[in-house]
Antibody
Framework: QVQLQESGPGLVKPSGTLSLTCAVSGGSISSSNWWSWVRQPPGKGLEWIGEIYHSGSTNYNPSLKSRVTISVDKSKNQFSLKLSSVTAADTAVYYC??????????????WGQGTMVTVSS | QSALTQPASVSGSPGQSITISCTGTSSDVGGYNYVSWYQQHPGKAPKLMIYDVSNRPSGVSNRFSGSKSGNTASLTISGLQAEDEADYYCSSYTSSSSWVFGGGTKLTVL
């Protein structure tokens, strides 16, 4: 069974770059899935950040596109998020999630446990 | 992109049915049958409950059902149980080749 695990610094300075990695276990990142990042500010709703296919094709939230880069490392079976020029508004729990193109092509069927990132000096 | 519109809260007694609405535009909810619903308990990751408007993944109770009319999708939970108390989020594909979530609805089982 596929599992996702986020990792990265829990504290990032304002104007810095937030960097997170999502490790995929129990399956291949090169299978027919899109891999997404979703975030949730404390006490607020979910916000989709972007997604990547193993080929490197990406789609991003238009409101975040200028600051977001999502990449894939097939050799390590993981994908990553970089969010630049962060402010306190980027403080959130960050989740990675899977979109199974075969069974659930238009939904997120597997989620990581989430990792809290705080932007503060 | 703007979040889909959901009621902030709904409530119901055990055994009753409730419906949560999710309103978007013709560029998202109304334009595609790609609406999904997620259940989130406090401190936990979201769980997929409904996909493609009205389909349930294996293992999800048939007390959960989804529908759509125009730019509004709905999630109905019948036979409310205490464990249904959670936050619920809708999501839709958009014409910008992106995904958008609703603001979330807190369900209270009285």
């Amino acid at each position: 069974q596929v599992q996702l695990q986020e990792s990265g610094p829990g504290l990032v300075k304002p104007s810095g770059t937030l960097s997170l990695t999502c490790a995929v276990s129990g399956g291949s990142i090169s299978s027919s899935n899109w891999w997404s990042w979703v975030r949730q500010p404390p006490g607020k709703g979910l916000e989709w950040i972007g997604e990547i296919y193993h080929s490197g094709s990406t789609n991003y939230n238009p409101s975040l596109k200028s600051r977001v880069t999502i990449s894939v490392d097939k050799s390590k079976n993981q994908f990553s998020l970089k969010l630049s020029s962060v402010t306190a508004a980027d403080t959130a729990v960050y989740y990675c999630a899977r979109g199974d193109l075969i069974r659930f092509p238009n939904a997120f069927d597997i989620w990581g446990q989430g990792t809290m990132v705080t932007v503060s000096s | 992109q703007s979040a889909l519109t959901q009621p902030a809260s709904v409530s119901g007694s055990p055994g009753q049915s409730i419906t949560i609405s999710c309103t978007g535009t013709s560029s998202d909810v109304g334009g595609y049958n790609y609406v999904s619903w997620y259940q989130q308990h406090p401190g936990k990751a979201p769980k997929l409950m409904i996909y493609d408007v009205s389909n349930r993944p294996s293992g999800v109770s048939n007390r959960f059902s989804g529908s759509k009319s125009g730019n509004t999708a709905s999630l109905t939970i019948s036979g409310l149980q205490a464990e249904d108390e959670a936050d619920y989020y809708c999501s839709s594909y958009t014409s910008s080749s992106s995904w958008v979530f609703g603001g979330g609805t807190k369900l209270t089982v009285l």
